[in-house]
């Protein structure tokens, strides 16, 4: 008899750990370790939504933090394959950025 997890290992999860204001971890560096794009349940503001998860490397907790900011979700869209990545999240203005 099959296992339940052999057969639904590739069914995505939800990412772990505890969440955290992205405005906590400003100009803070962070390992992105993982990321999960959907459709956002706040259409007014905009119509996707990213769950971030990330550890510090001095506490390799890992914490979560969402974020419907169009500027980051393109940038984890495009370098998903670079995962994981350093990056220090800041904010410019009104919106917030990786670098």
């Known amino acids: ?8 290992a590739d069914d995505e999860k939800p990412l772990e750990g505890d969440k955290e204001r992205i405005d906590n971890i400003l100009n803070k560096e962070i390992v ?3 990321v999960k794009i959907t459709s ?12 971030v998860q990330f550890y510090e490397e001095t506490n390799e907790r890992k ?3 969402f974020t419907g900011s169009g500027v980051i979700i ?16 800041k904010k410019i203005d009104k919106y ?4």
């Open 40 to 51: 956002s349940k706040f259409k007014d503001h905009g119509d996707k939504c990213a769950t």
């Open 63 to 65: 914490r979560i933090f």
């Open 96 to 99: 917030y950025t990786l670098s």
């Open 74 to 89: 393109s940038m984890l869209e495009k370098y998903a394959d670079k995962i994981p990545f350093i990056t220090t999240v």
């Open 1 to 8: 008899m099959e296992r339940f997890s052999d057969f639904a």
């Open 32 to 34: 992105i370790s993982a």
